[in-house]
């Protein structure tokens, strides 16, 4: 059984930088048995990542025309156990976006977070995935592979890529923590094949050692910094617009 100290262990040997800023995503279920449950995986995390500040997805992709209202306090993630107890710790934020807002604890979370109301994109510049660029931030997928790595959603829309944005409006609101019902509008992701696609960056990441595999208990660990993910995925963006919506 894998215990808390283990898990603080692994983070450590993956050099993450405790004083930056950790975006994390990962499946519960691939960790194994631990000692503590979900519980001891976010303590984990959370310890580790003192001073530092540890970032999680708190998406919600179920708003939408037909269930229009996100509220920041009450509407459960779905995108796993963890993110909701994350979401519903103490001391931890979460932005006003309305499909793809983040939970955030640590240093500066509440400044991080802030303004994603007046985001009309999945992952907008000026945003929290566009602030992951600015800091260079480090990624980390924890038994996930880069399917689940939302930043690249971000990449495509800064950067050029074809079809991966509506140019229709819907029209969404997110209830603030005061109770305050905000309209925000988004123009949502198109594409028909999803983040499936963004597995063929994975080889190329890992030959430029932009990323490199680790152990989180029992789960494949892949770590890159955002900087760079960028910078090689925007450069096959401008051979290939199209790069990221095929096979």
Not at 50 to 73: C, E, F, K, R
Not at 160 to 185: C, E, F, M
Request: charge should be negative; hydrophobic fraction near 35%.
């Amino acid at each position: 059984m894998v215990t808390k100290q283990d898990l603080i262990s692994n983070l450590s040997a993956l050099n993450i930088d405790p004083n930056g800023t950790l975006m994390v995503h990962l499946s519960y279920k691939a960790i194994g048995e631990v000692e503590g449950r979900g519980d001891a995986v976010l303590d984990a995390l959370i310890e580790y990542m003192q001073p530092g500040l540890l970032v999680l997805p708190s998406h919600t992709w179920m708003i939408n025309a037909a269930n229009p209202v996100m509220d920041v306090l009450y509407t459960q993630t779905c995108v796993g156990l963890l993110t909701e107890l994350f979401r519903c710790r103490p001391g931890v934020h979460r932005s006003l976006h309305p499909t793809h807002s983040l939970a955030a604890i640590g240093a500066d979370a509440e400044t991080f977070l802030s303004g994603e109301e007046h985001i009309q994109t999945p992952c907008g510049k000026g945003g929290t995935y566009y602030r992951l660029w600015e800091r260079d931030a480090q990624i980390l997928l924890i038994g996930v592979n880069f399917t689940r790595n939302t930043y690249i959603h971000g990449i495509e829309e800064w950067d050029g890529a074809v079809g991966s944005i509506k140019d229709t409006v819907t029209d969404l609101y997110v209830i603030d923590h005061q109770g305050n019902r905000l309209y925000t509008p988004q123009y949502r992701h198109d594409s028909r094949l999803g983040s499936e696609p963004f597995s063929k960056l994975e080889p190329d990441a890992l030959a430029q050692g932009i990323m490199t595999l680790g152990r989180f208990g029992d789960a494949t660990t892949r770590l890159m910094r955002a900087k760079p993910l960028r910078e090689m995925t925007a450069k096959l963006l401008k051979e290939d617009p199209t790069y990221l919506l095929r096979y």
